[in-house]
């Protein structure tokens, strides 16, 4: 158990902690598109083929489920778990380089502020996302924002997002040393809302990604917000 969780649990109890996991991509930060490129420059290296990944939809998805896409419709006969983990293998070789090139990388507005108050309050704080725990991690150190995440959900535990955030969740218990309470799940897609709610979470929208605010909001999350700059998601989390 972490430090950080031991003295909040001494200070608090962890019967009164919640459990907040974050979606990485549109939620935190903006890549520039350097995951995109990562990965084409991978199947490129590994298959001669910079295009696989042209017509795949990244938004909401996992690591896995985005190759296994690209293969089943260029390289079918690639399309097996141990291709799909060659794959990965040979982007997160590339993304770090690739990432430091992009222009457009930026953490989101009111990230740093919350993710720093949140540390100051009763919230264990991880991750809920699509990534794999190595890609997550190069995303999120350009922005300074590991050191707020000790623990999380990744697409190295599942295809699935709910499943995914299961695997949080069951982590979060582990230091918790009990169940977490109405745990929330923050992202930017609907694919977010469904997931969470089908882990009994409850759930922020942003619409900092590539989905509109009266979109996300059309899905009825418990908060749907422009920007993690809006007061009312901080006020939500303290509840």
């Known amino acids: 158990m972490t430090r950080l969780v031991s003295r909040r649990r001494a200070l608090v109890g962890a019967s009164q902690m919640d459990v907040v996991l974050f979606d990485v991509d549109g939620t935190l930060v903006d890549a520039g598109g350097s995951g995109r490129r990562a990965i084409s420059l991978a199947s490129e290296a590994l298959y001669g083929r910079y295009d696989l990944f042209d017509e795949v939809t990244f938004d909401g998805g996992t690591d896995?489920?985005?190759?296994?896409?690209?293969?089943?419709?260029?390289?079918?006969?690639?399309c097996n778990d141990l291709e799909v983990e060659r794959l990965l293998a040979k982007y997160v070789e590339l993304l770090a380089s690739t990432?430091?090139?992009a222009p457009g990388y930026r953490v989101y507005p009111g990230v740093h502020a919350l993710l720093d108050r949140l540390a100051?309050?009763?919230?264990?704080?991880g991750l809920g996302t699509g990534n794999i725990e190595k890609g997550a991690r190069i995303k999120l150190e350009r922005g300074g924002?590991?050191?707020?995440?000790?623990?999380?959900?990744?697409?190295d535990d599942a295809e699935e997002r709910a499943a995914i955030l299961r695997h949080g969740l069951q982590r979060a218990e582990r230091l918790l040393g009990q169940a977490p309470r109405a745990p929330w799940v923050v992202g930017?897609?609907?694919r977010d809302l469904e997931a969470a709610r089908a882990v009994g979470a409850r759930v922020?929208?942003?619409s900092t990604g590539s989905f509109g605010l009266a979109e996300l909001q059309s899905h009825a999350p418990d908060?749907?917000?422009?920007s993690l700059e809006d007061p009312r998601v901080a006020q939500a989390l303290d509840a």
């Not at 100051?120 to 704080?125: F, I």
């Not at 924002?145 to 697409?155: A, C, D, I, K, M």
């Not at 908060?223 to 422009?226: I, K, W």
């Open 188 to 190: 930017d897609t609907p």
């Open 99 to 101: 990432l430091a090139k």
């Open 145 to 155: 924002l590991n050191p707020h995440f000790s623990f999380g959900g990744f697409g």
């Open 204 to 206: 922020i929208l942003v």
């Open 120 to 125: 100051r309050t009763r919230a264990l704080v």
């Open 64 to 78: 896995r489920n985005i190759c296994k896409s690209a293969l089943a419709k260029h390289l079918p006969a690639s």
């Open 223 to 226: 908060l749907c917000v422009e």
